[in-house]
């Protein structure tokens, strides 16, 4: 729209529209279209204009009626209790989520202090087979 204002105002030469109002100045002529081309161009620009018309028109057409506010609130009131089973399951899935890893953290670390225990008591020939200290050559 702006491109099309902006073609009309500066692709034209200043007409007299007025008796009382003088024209001053005259744009260059390779500045403005002759009269036969704007003539062309400004019916191009209407259809354009049209065709724009016309697909707001189908566009607005197309969009869907507007919802009563009674049907609206039911479903809101709808969504909240979905909202809030949701949210429960959440809660009550995170809570099974940190039983299970403190029951895994436990169980790890038996094993762990078992493993330690086992070593301890198996430790001087095991330790006597781990050397810590580089071979000789």
Do not use: C, W
Not at 18 to 45: C, G, H, M, W
Not at 68 to 94: G, K, S, W
């Amino acid at each position: 729209m702006a491109n099309s204002i902006s073609y009309l105002t500066s692709r034209s030469n200043f007409l007299q529209v007025s008796a009382e109002v003088p024209i001053t100045k005259q744009r260059n002529p390779d500045k403005y279209d002759p009269p036969d081309v704007f003539e062309a161009n400004k019916k191009e620009l209407v259809a354009d204009l049209m065709v724009k018309a016309k697909q707001i028109e189908y566009l607005i057409n197309s969009l869907p009626e507007p919802e009563p506010e009674e049907e609206q609130a039911i479903r809101f009131q709808q969504l909240e209790e979905e909202m809030a089973l949701a949210n429960e399951e959440y809660i009550l899935a995170v809570g099974r989520a940190k039983n299970l890893h403190s029951q895994v953290a436990e169980v790890l670390q038996a094993m762990l202090v078992d493993n330690e225990a086992n070593l301890l008591q198996d430790g001087p020939s095991l330790s006597a087979s781990i050397s810590t200290t580089p071979p000789k050559s």
